[in-house]
């Protein structure tokens, strides 16, 4: 592994089921964090991690969580999704939280719910 | 809340130099990013700004001047390659980023 990865790659999902997107990272960073990116709406903030063991709630947190067990890995789930969930999901980390906090993106999820 | 403005589209022909422009009212200031993300990619970091003044990188250069809230991206010699999306990102009072809708620009040859 280089930098950071997200699976899959992307996804059609039905309403109602749950998903998890996947994203590890083995850059050592402190901080990560997940976007989603909708046309004409740029990048928002979904949840973040300052460091393992912590999560916070960023933008647009409702009816997403994470959990950060160690430095590597941050998943994120949908837990009933919903149409208004499709779109495309980054994930990213930065070494810190604080100060210069040059975010490092992954490839994205890209998931459609019907 | 966080507002963040850069123009939708820009078109330039290859050999020019464009200038994308980012306004922004946020809660706090520790930074400004700016990302470049060619189409079905990921953002990768141009560069970033925290005083006032030009930041030089190659073909591109970053201005800032806080007290306007006001940022742009200089992209100089145009290449094919630079046709992508910019995104203005302005890090917050917590050091989280805010982005921009970004700027799709588009380079003629």
């Known amino acids: 592994i280089a930098g950071i990865t997200q699976a899959p790659t992307s996804q059609i999902l039905a309403a109602g089921r749950r998903m998890t997107l996947r994203c590890t990272q083995d850059m050592r960073h402190n901080a990560m964090y997940w976007y989603r990116q909708d046309l004409g709406l740029g990048l928002r903030l979904i949840h973040y991690?300052?460091?393992?063991?912590?999560?916070g709630k960023g933008e647009v947190p409702d009816g997403y969580s994470v959990s950060r067990a160690n430095t590597d890995d941050f998943p994120l789930t949908l837990a009933s999704a919903v149409p208004s969930q499709t779109s495309v999901y980054f994930c990213?980390?930065?070494?810190?939280?604080?100060?210069?906090?040059?975010?490092?993106f992954g490839p994205g999820t890209r998931l459609t719910v019907l | 809340g966080q507002n963040i403005d850069q123009p939708t589209e820009m078109t330039a022909t290859e050999g020019a130099i464009v200038q994308i422009n980012c306004t922004y009212q946020?809660?706090?200031?520790?930074?400004l990013f700016w990302y470049q993300q060619h189409a079905g990619e990921a953002p990768t970091f141009l560069s970033y700004?925290?005083?006032?003044g030009l930041e030089e990188k190659g073909r591109f250069s970053s201005f800032l001047s806080r007290s306007k809230g006001y940022s742009y991206l200089l992209l100089k010699e145009l290449q094919m390659k630079d046709s992508a999306s910019y995104l203005c990102?302005?890090?917050?009072?917590?050091?989280?980023?805010?982005f921009g809708a970004g700027t799709t620009v588009t380079v003629r040859a």
């Open positions: 991690s300052n460091t393992a063991g912590t999560t």
């Open positions: 990102a302005v890090s917050d009072n917590d050091y989280k980023l805010s």
């Open positions: 946020t809660s706090g200031f520790n930074g």
């Open positions: 700004n925290v005083l006032d």
């Open positions: 990213a980390s930065s070494p810190t939280s604080g100060s210069y906090n040059e975010q490092f």
